[in-house]
């Protein structure tokens, strides 16, 4: 599924914030997709949703995209936005030297 969203809006120029839309790819990989909107509009998903939007502001994240390092179970923010190669590489090697916090 995450490669037909991935493919539906950059390829395709789909919007893929629409239930609808996300509807018809499920329904292309075998999908229902009337089980698939149930689902999709559950309390559940709801749930599920919030809570990882709420680990993601935990982890650090503030914008797209947002580079993070894990390291045992910590988590480091690296970067947020687009940066040069050279500046990204700089903030994961000072987030991976053994003192790093």
């Known amino acids: ?3 037909a969203i991935q493919s539906a809006f950059y390829a395709k ?3 893929v914030t629409q239930a ?8 292309g990989l075998g999908v229902d997709d009337r089980t698939f909107l149930r689902d999709f509009d559950s309390d559940t998903a709801h749930a599920r ?10 982890a650090g994240v503030r914008g797209f995209p ?3 390092v894990q390291r ?3 988590l480091h923010p690296v970067c947020s936005g687009c940066l040069p190669l050279d500046t990204v590489r700089a903030a994961i090697d000072r987030c991976l030297q053994p003192d790093a916090q």
């Open 1 to 3: 599924m995450f490669k």
């Open 13 to 15: 120029g789909r919007d």
């Open 20 to 27: 609808g839309v996300l509807a018809d790819l499920a329904a």
């Open 49 to 58: 949703t919030q809570a990882h939007f709420r680990q993601a502001r935990q």
């Open 66 to 68: 947002t580079l993070i």
């Open 72 to 74: 045992d179970t910590q």
